[in-house]
Antibody
C-alpha cells in the first residue's frame, strides 16, 4: 500500500539548516510527485515545494531562497533542506503524494522545533 | 498567489445533521487543460490531513457518500450529511491549479 514517512531532527537551533527525509513505498517516485507541506502549531497548511516525477522542482516563492528539494529514486526518498531557520519555522512538516490531485496520501508528519 | 477563503471559521452540528462549508478562490481555478483542481481535506485531531474530495466533486477512495463537493470557477462547497462523531476536525480546501499551491485557513467542525 502507499506509504510516506518523514524523518529528521525534532530540534534545530536558530540559523541552522533543517534536513528532512521522506521515504515512500507502494509507488514510484518516477511516476508521482511528492510535495512538502508544513503546519505551524495550531495553524493552517502551507505548501513548501514539490519534487515532480521527472525530477523537476517547484518552490513557494516565500521560501525559495532558503529551500532545496532533491531525491534519490534508488532509495525511494525525497529530501528537504531549508537553511537559516527561525522560530517561526517551528511546526509539523509533511510529505504528501500528488498525481491528478495534491495530497492523496500523507505521511504522519514530523514535528520540528526551532529553539536554542 | 491564489487566496482561498473559507467560511465559516467554525461550526457546530448535531449528530445526524447536515453542514455546508464554503471555499472561495481569488482567481478562477479552471486550469488550461479544462480541469478544476479544487480539493477538500479533513484533519482529525492529532492526525495528518486526509483527502476527501478532488477536482471539485470526486470522492477519494473509501470516502463516504455523505461527503459531497460542488462548485465551479471561484466558488465551491463541501456538504456533509448525516454527520457522525468521526467527522469532527478541521476541514481545508486547497487548490492545485496554480503554483504556489494554497489552502484555505480551515473550518473547525464540532459536534453538539
Amino acid at each position: 500500500q502507499v506509504q510516506l514517512k518523514e524523518s529528521g531532527p525534532g530540534l534545530v537551533q536558530p540559523s541552522q539548516t533543517l534536513s528532512l527525509t521522506c521515504t515512500v513505498s507502494g509507488f514510484s517516485l518516477t511516476s508521482y510527485n511528492v510535495h512538502w507541506v508544513r503546519q505551524p502549531p495550531g495553524k493552517g497548511l502551507e505548501w513548501m515545494g514539490r519534487m515532480r516525477y521527472n525530477g523537476d522542482t517547484s518552490y513557494n516563492s516565500a521560501l525559495k531562497s532558503r529551500l532545496s528539494i532533491s531525491r534519490d529514486t534508488s532509495k525511494n526518498q525525497v529530501f528537504l533542506k531549508m537553511n537559516s531557520l527561525q522560530t517561526d519555522d517551528t511546526g509539523t512538516y509533511y510529505c504528501t503524494r500528488g498525481s491528478t490531485t495534491v495530497g492523496d496520501y500523507w505521511g504522519q508528519g514530523v514535528m520540528v522545533t526551532v529553539s536554542s | 498567489d491564489v487566496v482561498m477563503t473559507q467560511t465559516p471559521v467554525s461550526l457546530s452540528v448535531s449528530l445526524g445533521g447536515q453542514v455546508s462549508i464554503s471555499c472561495r478562490s481569488s482567481q478562477s481555478l479552471v486550469h488550461n487543460n479544462g480541469n478544476t483542481y479544487l480539493s477538500w481535506y479533513l484533519q482529525k485531531p492529532g492526525q495528518s490531513p486526509q483527502l476527501l474530495i478532488y477536482k471539485v466533486s470526486n470522492r477519494f477512495s473509501g470516502i463516504s457518500d455523505r461527503f459531497s463537493g460542488s462548485g465551479s470557477g471561484t466558488d465551491f462547497t463541501l456538504k456533509i450529511s448525516r454527520v457522525e462523531p468521526d467527522d469532527l476536525g478541521v476541514y481545508y480546501c486547497g487548490q492545485g491549479t496554480q503554483y504556489p499551491l494554497t489552502f484555505g485557513s480551515g473550518t473547525k467542525l464540532e459536534i453538539k
